[in-house]
């Protein structure tokens, strides 16, 4: 008979827990220092971009500068992103999306 209330005692334990998590909305918070790394790696990647000489490999730069910085944008608002990393994610998306137009269109012209 002890095991049955031990048991239930248990159950009715990660129950109350699973409903405070719930209330409280932790289950699914974001650890916004590896937001703001992403961003970081958005803005380095973009950088990175002007550096290169092959269009190749400055293509595929400001392409995963573009889609870091989408994630980033996508996991927590602008607002929060421009508080939180001191860097304003419009932007850095802009100047990478910027970079991968300026990019197609140079090697499009070459063909």
Do not use: I, W
């Not at 970081?40 to 000489?53: G, V, Y």
Request: proline fraction near 2%; charged fraction near 20%; include cysteine.
């Amino acid at each position: 008979m002890k095991t049955v209330y031990a048991t239930s005692y248990v159950v009715g334990t990660v129950f109350v827990l699973s409903l405070l998590s719930l209330y409280f909305k932790r289950g699914n918070q974001v650890d916004k220092t590896q937001v703001c790394g992403l961003l970081e790696e958005a803005s380095h990647q973009c950088s990175l971009c002007s550096q290169d000489r092959n269009p190749s490999v400055r293509l595929m730069h400001a392409t995963r500068g573009s889609t870091m910085a989408q994630t980033a944008r996508k996991m927590m608002s602008d607002g929060d992103l421009q508080k939180t990393c001191r860097m304003d994610p419009a932007f850095v998306a802009m100047s990478c999306e910027k970079n991968q137009k300026q990019v197609l269109k140079q090697m499009l012209s070459r063909r």
